[in-house]
């Protein structure tokens, strides 16, 4: 797969579902409607018939591709995607065990707003 057509994968798959379901939302302060976006966003990311992707499943393997090209690998992008990940992480596992916090929740919506920005613009700057 080219450079190209893997930026263009990440943009789709991760950058923006990541983020769908929070976008929708009347009342960003609603915490439950929050909640409720974000096991969907970040936790049941992707859905191909029965089986379900989290967004840091679905970032492991669109990684491990990019790293496997030498000019993606060490892009600032990716650089900071694993840094906003390693957030949706956190928070995920802290969605997934039910103990997340309202700061959970917000640090959880920024971070995937911020990978659905990282994706649309590492796309538009080095894949279209």
Known sequence: MSASELLA???????KAISFQQRWLPDPEDEDALRSALVEDLLRTRRAGDRVTGAVDLWAALRSELVADP?????????????????????????ADGIASSSDLRRGAAA??????????WWARHGS
């Open 9 to 15: 994968r990440l943009k789709h798959d991760l950058g």
């Open 71 to 95: 000019r993606l690998a060490e892009a600032e992008e990716r650089v900071a995607l694993d840094a906003e990940m390693a957030i949706v992480a956190a928070v995920g596992a802290a969605l």
């Open 112 to 121: 995937a707003r911020r990978v659905t920005e990282l994706c649309r613009g």
